[in-house]
């Protein structure tokens, strides 16, 4: 069996395969009340059908003022408890595990009412400038994780993933690039990971499964975080119970970057050695030679896969059948498939 297709277990979760759905903003909740669509109902059950280990769902909002877009999924308040179950239902008759990202936007939010972010400076131009976050207003949003955390395990799913990549609120907090704050948020990088250290202890208080986080391992900008930086960050992490980190880059500052396949796995490799942690690969994956080598060469613990899964929803079967896998197929697509 290929390494790619073995289980791995997270605080008594096991997953069937290391093949994970990226979360990936839908934009899809037309009455902007952040409930579940049929289209999510689809859309995220057929990659469980497809033969993913893990599906994750979009950034889910803490906090209607922490949405991207006004048709974000939320996570805000209990009416949004019932479709994410019904939608788990579906996951789990699959054979898949679900996760969910807790997120908020920060000042990437783009919506008409007040938006908030650790320090008031806009993310470019055409984006409006948030309100300096007060020490009032980060108790009531560590409050926000904390329910969020509540209502995903409420909903039954098996995995949390923290969202402190791509610029948004708890990624701004990190960044010396977006955080100029003086009082215990800002300044040195122990003030500025206090706010992810706040959030995860946060979550932990009422969540007891494995617990992911998305980081940016790359700022794309000279006085940015650096390498050893978001190591120490992995490192604190893992302290206080982290389980994975999930190795993205990007968004914090507008910056124009040149994709390769790959082209984030070298500083995922670098994290997983150094802080001792399990690490996610994610970035144009987009075939199972690929995969496999970045499993059995111990780069990654999982990886991350999603505009592969866009374009092809039984992606995880078409990576098996090249890496000559054989996968249960669901009953009613036996005919086919075998």
Known sequence: MTKLFSTINYKGVSLKNRIVMSPMCMYSCMNEDGKVTPFHMTHYTSRAVGGVGLVMTEASAVQPEGRISPQDLGIWNDDQISGLKKLNEQIHTYGAKSALQLAHAGRKAQLDSTIYAPSATAFNESFKVPAEMTIKDIETTLEAFKNGARRA?????????????????????????????????GQTLENRYRFLSEVIGSVKKVWDGPVFVRISTDEYHKQGNKLEDLIYVATQMKKQGVDLIDCSSGGVVPVAISPYPGYQIKRCDTIKQEAAINTGAVGLITNGLQAEEIIQNDRADLVFIGRALLRNPYWAKTVADELGHNIEAPTQYKRGWN
């Open 153 to 185: 395990k409420e909903a039954g799913f098996d995995i949390i993933e923290i969202h402190a990549a791509h610029g948004y609120l708890i990624n701004q907090f990190l960044s010396p690039l977006t955080n100029k704050r003086t009082d215990q948020y």
